[in-house]
C-alpha cells in the first residue's frame, strides 16, 4: 500500500466489480484482518473508507492499536457495524505521542472492502503524515460556494527574490499582469502563471524547507475562489468541480506550507487547483509529495515547478476534456521538476551538474502506475511538451546536463 508493508491474513486485494474501491482496488477481508507492518509517529487522525463486499449481508469490524511494535493492540472505541452499500468516510481520533501501528480485524462472517488508509498529525523522518493531497477534502465539495477572498501575507511568505524565493529559478513562460493566459501571480506563498481561459494554472513554483513544513498549522481545508483575477475572468468556486469526478488537485501541496494558517490556507485557492484524476492525485502524486518532505527532513531544501498541460484525462466519471459546463480545461499531463539541494545559502549559485533534478510526467488518468517512479522523464522533455523555458536562471552549461538525463533516484 502507498502508507508502507500491510500484513492481509485471510484477506486479499480486491479488484472485482463487486469490490467497493476508490479505482481500481481495495482490501477485501472475509475473516481475518490487516495490519501495519511499520510504526508511525505523529498521528492525531485515521481516515478509513469502508463498506461491505458485493451483496454479503451486514458485518462487523474493530480499529486496534498498538503503542509497542505490534506486541499487543487494543481496541479504538466499539465495533463498527458495516452496511453500506457504498464507501462511507470515518474518522478516528488517536490520543497518544507515542509511535503507532494499526490493525483491522473483521469480527462478522461476512465479508468486507477497507480503501484509502489516511494519517493526518505531525509526521517523522521515514513517513510523511500530515497533510497528503489524499485527504477527503480533495473530493469536490457540495452546496453553497466559499465567499472569494485574496491571500493574507505573513512573515513567514518567501521573499520576492533571492535564495529561498519562489522563482528564484525563474519564470519558465515569460508571464506577465499584461496577458491573460499567461498571467502572472504573487501569492506570497508561491509564484504561478495562471490561465483565464483554461481556468487553471499553466504554472507553479515554490520552495520547500524546513521551516515551510514545520506543522504549526494544520490543514486548512477551505477552498475558495481567489478574489484577485483580472476582470471578466471566470471564478472558479470551491464547489465547481462537483459531480466532475476529478479531484481539486492541489499545484503546491498544503502539507508543504504548513508554517501558518495564512500559508496553508493560500494552497486551498481554486486558482491553485487543476482538475486531477484521484487515482493520479491520490497515488504516484501525493508519494512523490511525500517523498519530496522526506528530502526536507533529511536535511535539504527543495524547488519545485509543476504545471499542467494538454486536454482531456480520465477521472472517476470517464474522460472528459472540461468540466463545469466548460468552463475548466481538464489537462491530459501532470508534470512537476524539483531542484534539490543541501540546506545553505547562495542557492543558486551551489546548484552544478552533479546536482539532483527530480523531472516527473504523469498521464492524468484513473489507470495510472501507482509508482511516481515509473514517469521519469528529463527536463527538456516536459519543456519540448510544454513550450517552457525552465531552470533559465541557471548558466547554460548546467542547464544543458542537468535537463538532459533522467533522475537516478540517488
Not at 533529511?298 to 470517464?318: A, C, D, L, R
Not at 463545469?324 to 480545461?329: C, D, E, R, S, T
Amino acid at each position: 500500500m502507498p502508507t508502507g508493508i500491510w500484513n492481509l491474513d485471510d484477506a486479499l486485494v480486491g479488484n472485482l466489480p463487486t469490490d467497493l474501491k476508490n479505482g481500481l482496488k481495495s482490501a477485501r477481508l472475509r475473516a481475518g484482518k490487516i495490519t501495519m507492518n511499520f510504526d508511525v509517529a505523529g498521528v492525531n487522525m485515521l481516515y478509513i473508507k469502508h463498506g461491505k463486499f458485493g451483496n454479503d449481508a451486514n458485518s462487523t469490524w474493530q480499529l486496534l492499536m498498538s503503542t509497542d511494535g505490534g506486541a499487543t493492540f487494543t481496541q479504538l472505541g466499539t465495533d463498527i457495524l458495516e452496511d453500506n452499500t457504498a464507501l462511507k468516510l470515518d474518522s478516528f481520533q488517536v490520543n497518544t505521542t507515542a509511535k503507532v501501528r494499526f490493525q483491522i480485524k473483521k469480527v462478522g462472517t461476512t465479508r468486507i472492502n477497507i480503501d484509502d488508509i489516511t494519517f493526518k498529525g505531525t509526521g517523522d523522518p521515514g513517513i510523511i503524515v500530515g497533510t497528503p493531497d489524499t485527504e477527503p477534502g480533495d473530493t469536490p465539495s457540495t452546496g453553497t460556494p466559499a465567499d472569494a477572498r485574496g491571500i493574507t501575507t505573513g512573515p513567514d511568505a518567501q521573499p520576492t527574490a533571492g535564495d529561498n524565493s519562489n522563482s528564484l529559478f525563474g519564470n519558465p513562460s515569460n508571464a506577465t499582469t499584461l496577458t491573460p493566459d499567461n498571467y502572472l501571480l504573487d501569492q506570497s506563498y508561491y509564484v504561478q502563471s495562471y490561465s483565464t481561459s483554461r481556468s487553471t494554472p499553466n504554472w507553479v513554483s515554490w520552495h520547500v524547507d524546513a521551516s515551510t513544513i514545520n506543522g504549526t498549522a494544520k490543514r486548512q481545508d477551505n477552498f475558495a475562489a481567489f478574489a484577485g483575477l483580472p476582470a471578466g475572468a471566470f471564478s472558479v468556486q470551491s464547489t465547481s468541480y462537483q459531480n466532475s469526478g476529478f479531484d481539486r488537485g492541489h499545484n503546491v501541496p498544503s502539507g508543504d506550507r504548513t508554517s501558518s494558517t495564512n500559508a496553508n490556507s493560500a494552497t486551498f485557492l481554486m486558482t491553485n487547483m487543476i482538475p486531477q484524476a484521484p487515482q493520479n492525485n491520490q497515488g504516484p502524486w501525493e508519494q512523490l509529495e511525500s517523498y519530496l518532505r522526506t528530502k526536507v527532513l533529511e536535511g535539504n531544501e527543495v524547488y519545485v515547478i509543476m504545471g499542467s498541460y494538454g486536454s482531456g484525462g480520465v477521472g472517476n466519471n470517464g474522460s472528459a476534456s472540461s468540466i463545469a459546463g466548460g468552463k475548466i480545461a481538464v489537462p491530459s499531463n501532470v508534470w512537476k521538476v524539483a531542484v534539490i539541494i543541501p540546506a545553505g545559502d547562495s542557492d543558486i549559485t551551489r546548484v552544478t551538474s552533479a546536482t539532483r533534478v527530480v523531472a516527473v510526467n504523469t498521464p492524468n488518468v484513473n489507470t495510472i502506475e501507482q509508482d511516481w517512479k515509473k514517469y521519469r522523464v528529463p527536463v527538456r522533455d516536459i519543456e519540448k511538451a510544454t513550450g517552457y523555458n525552465l531552470l533559465s536562471n541557471l548558466p547554460q552549461a548546467v542547464q544543458d546536463v542537468i535537463e538532459t538525463k533522467v533522475d537516478a533516484l540517488n
